[in-house]
């Protein structure tokens, strides 16, 4: 399966490969799409592929490491 | 016949079939509906609108349908107020209120986008219409699933207080309270979306559903005499309202209906919540996602999806943006129902307090014409006021009571003989 998600890093996380480590520990592929980077955030528009429940744990890990996983859409509830 | 042509992505400009799609496969772009000017341009004149039905559809050749709407058929053309009193009390020449307080059939302007959204899933084949909301497009989403017999679906966070979901329930939708962070709560309603073939009116119907703003603006053009403002204030939570706003009137002066008279576009935040003016003012084009925390609950969007799309239109009309603390809120509401007579959710208030403070700063001329955006009535957030209006005096059944009262106030009235 596919997933469409946004990634928000914090400004310690902004200069760590989590990408590359999400890539590494799951078995999942990461396919970015849009990405800004500053000294003070980051943000990247992310496609994840793999098994549900690769995708699930790679979810969980971006989010232990304190990045912000949102939907594509961002804000739904209105 | 349909002069909606095609959706495009807002970033890379890929074309795509009129299906229920949102974001762009090859980007991840927002899509957006396009249109066939120079068909419409060809049938379509303001005497034509003008001897349409008063209601937001006579303008349905700039709106995305296929065929005439199969819901809400009497939504929108609503009052455009010409405040004197308020305007007096502000110190400006021309003020207006464009009230979609007083929109139907939910009372806020979510009726004209959300019967947008449930008239185009029909033509797309949906029998299921969903939302997640906490409020305003709830209420309409249930609403008019009911009056068109669709089945609706609305998510909610679980602890949200009951007095909130009555609204909703009472036209027979079914509401799902989630477990969980708001985040968890968002990303499953993604899930859900993506999963289930139903019509998210705000996820995968987004494209059309947003179009519905715009009548907003061509019916503020059309009040004003066919003329736009030169100063307009708009209330953002995901921003897309200011976007669409502002396209309608670009789409008016295309269309040769009004002249370009440089309109000013003002967008308006709670302090609390105001992840979009914090950009404007740092002049940065990233909108930094915020942990909303006001009482104007309607705006409470932290990471709002045209975030960065709103700001630009504020930045090239030569707008501003301001944001306004809860206290400021409220005043701001009270001032509305005392001078004009108008009851407005919180979000009135959050518009009405940035226009004061806009002009208090000079941004906006007070010569020239204002227009505050109301999109919301205030009997759905009255909870706000609590603790802030005064409290009724309670006298006994006597009529000597009653005179006491008159003279302690200070009044004196002609008594009939």
């Not at chain 2, 939504?75 to 502000?90: E, S």
């Not at chain 2, 939570?237 to 309109?263: P, Q, R, W, Y």
């Not at chain 2, 709670?270 to 705006?299: H, Y």
């Amino acid at each position: 399966m596919k997933k469409r998600v946004y990634l928000t890093y914090p400004k310690e996380q902004v200069k760590e490969p989590l990408l590359y480590h999400v890539a590494q520990l799951f078995k999942v592929v990461t396919n970015i799409r849009q990405a800004s980077v500053s000294d003070k955030i980051g943000l990247v528009a992310l496609e994840l592929e793999g098994e549900p429940e690769a995708i699930e744990n790679a979810i969980k890990y971006f989010i232990e490491k304190g990045v912000k996983v949102e939907p594509i859409e961002l804000d739904i509830i209105e | 016949m349909s002069y909606m042509k095609a959706l495009k992505c807002r970033e890379c400009g890929k074309e795509y079939a009129k299906e229920a799609l949102h974001v762009c496969e090859l980007c991840f772009g927002p899509l957006e509906v396009i249109y066939e000017y120079d068909k419409i341009k060809e049938v379509l004149t303001r005497e034509i609108i003008e001897k349409r039905a008063p209601n937001m559809w006579r303008y349905r050749e700039l709106l995305p349908l296929d065929n005439e709407p199969s819901v809400g058929a009497q939504v929108g053309f609503t009052p455009l107020v010409r405040a004197h009193n308020l305007g007096k009390a502000l110190g400006l020449k021309e003020l207006y209120i464009k009230n979609d307080a007083v929109n139907f059939p939910t009372l806020s302007f979510k009726d004209r986008v959300v019967s947008v959204a449930i008239s185009r899933a029909r033509e797309l084949g949906f029998k299921i219409v969903a939302c997640a909301s906490t409020g305003n497009l709830a209420n309409s989403v249930a609403a008019n699933a009911a009056a068109c017999g669709m089945e609706s679906y609305v998510f909610i966070p679980y602890d949200l207080e009951k007095t909130k979901i009555m609204g909703t329930i009472v036209y027979g939708a079914t509401v799902v309270g989630i477990k969980g962070t708001y985040d968890e709560v968002n990303r499953l309603c993604s899930e859900i979306a993506g999963k289930y073939g139903w019509a998210f009116v705000n996820i995968n119907i987004r494209p059309y559903y947003a179009e519905g703003s715009k009548t907003f603006g061509y019916e503020i053009a059309e009040q004003l005499g066919w003329k736009l403002p030169k100063n307009i204030i708009v209330p953002m939570a995901g921003g897309s309202l200011i976007t669409k706003i502002s396209k309608s009137f670009k789409e008016f002066i295309k269309l040769g209906f009004v002249e370009d008279t440089g309109t000013k576009v003002f967008g308006a935040q709670a302090t609390g919540c105001s992840p979009i003016i914090n950009a404007v003012k740092e002049g940065s084009e990233l909108i930094r996602p915020v942990k909303p925390n006001t009482i104007a609950k309607s705006l409470a969007i932290g990471n709002p999806a045209d975030g960065y799309y709103s700001a630009k239109v504020m930045r090239e009309s030569g707008g501003w943006g301001e944001s306004v603390t809860d206290e400021e809120i409220i005043s701001a509401m009270k001032l509305l129902a005392e001078t004009e007579g108008i009851f407005a959710e919180t979000a009135g208030g959050v518009t009405l307090g940035v226009t004061k403070k806009l002009i208090e700063q000079g941004r906006i001329n007070k010569d020239e014409s204002v227009v505050v955006c109301v999109t919301g009535n205030g009997l759905k957030t009255q909870e706000a006021l609590n603790g802030h209006l005064s409290e009724p005096t309670i006298i006994n059944s006597r009529l000597s009571e009653f005179e006491d009262l008159v003279k302690a106030n200070g009044k004196e009235y002609v008594v009939k003989a």
